[in-house]
Every structure is written in C-alpha cells, then in structure tokens.
C-alpha cells in the first residue's frame, strides 16, 4: 500500500507542478511581457479584429492584394494547418500552378511580367501572411487601376508595409498582405474624404 501513496503523492505532486503552476507562470509572463503576441498578433481596426498578421486570409477582389495559396481547408484554416504534400511533378500541383498562374493573368491581361513563385504555390504550413516584394509588385497595377489610385501611390504603400531581413542577413523581404489592404483600405478612406 505504501508504494501506492507515494506514487499517488509523486504524480499528484508533478500534475500540479508540469499541468498548473508551470502554465500559470509562462501564462503570466507572456501576458505581462508579450500580450500582443501572446493574444495571436490580432490586427485591429476601430475596436475590431480584422485577423491575425500570423495567418494568412483569402482576398480574391481585384482592388486587394492577393496572398500564398493555402492548402488548408478551407483556406487558412489554422485548425489544420498542412502544405500539399505534392512532388514537383505531380500532375495534381501543376494543375493547381497553372489555374493560378490563369486567375492571376485573368485579371490583369496587360501585365505579361513573369508570374511569382509565392504567387502560384503554396507555402509549407498553408497560412502564410506574406508575399515577396517581387509578388506584391506583380499586383500593383491591377490593385491601382481597381482603387483608382496611381501605381505610384500604391507602390509607396507597399513600400511602408514592406518588412526587411531579420537581423538584417535573414530571410528575404516580405510583404504582410493583410497589413497591406489595411493601408490601402486606409488610404481609399482618406481620397474620398477629401
């Protein structure tokens, strides 16, 4: 019987120490040091959430700036984040390459630039917020004509809502698309109230 106690007192000990204490203290220093972050990076526009600059949303209107394809579904489900799992040539992602490569020249016939690479794939995880500069460039003059703003103007907003290199050597530059049609959104407001 004295086996029995002690290991009911040993788990008992370590289900309060691993399953409530050490939650409640890294639940508490992320809340005092990092709440933004520990409460999803949620985007707020007049009091509301718009979504999280984490997760990627689906924008297909022509006056938005489109994202990474998702391979979750639906798409940008963070429930079930995955990527394709599709080889290079399976006939399943060349498909899904080529309606995108499609869509995207659907709705600007006159731009014959290369299409981007993150414009046509999807990323690993299914949700990525961001586009390459290179991307976000590609959209420009369909979002500007659909805005009725200048590419100039728009460009500029892409350029504010461009983040660099981490620690200036990592990564590449990207664009977080929601924080983008925010700025646009912004911006769209302002034209008309003046």
């Known amino acids: ?4 106690i002690t290991s009911a007192r040993v788990l008992l000990f370590f289900t309060l120490l691993c399953g409530v204490a050490c939650p409640l203290l890294i639940t508490a220093v992320a809340q005092a040091g990092f709440a933004r972050q520990a409460n999803g990076s949620l985007v707020v526009v007049d009091g509301k959430a ?3 600059e984490l997760i990627g949303q689906q924008f297909d209107k022509p006056e938005y700036f489109w994202g990474r394809l998702s391979a979750t579904t639906p798409p940008y489900n963070a429930a079930a984040s995955s990527g394709s799992n599709l080889g290079p040539t399976n006939p399943a992602l060349l498909e899904e390459i080529a309606g995108r490569v499609k869509a995207l020249r659907d709705a600007d016939p006159a731009n014959n630039q290369p299409v981007p690479t993150d414009l046509a794939t999807s990323s690993a995880s299914g949700l990525d ?3 390459s500069v290179a991307a976000a460039e590609y959209q420009v003059a369909r ?3 659909a805005r009725h703003l200048s590419e100039d103007q728009v460009r500029a907003v892409v350029k504010e809502s461009s983040s ?3 620690l200036g050597v990592l990564g590449e530059p990207v664009v977080n698309v929601l924080r983008l ?3 646009l959104d912004r911006l769209n407001a302002t034209s008309k109230k003046n």
């Open 164 to 166: 660099t290199r981490q």
């Open 129 to 131: 917020p961001h586009i």
């Open 1 to 4: 019987m004295k086996p029995f």
């Open 143 to 145: 979002v500007a004509r």
């Open 181 to 183: 049609n925010l700025a």
């Open 50 to 52: 718009r979504g999280s």
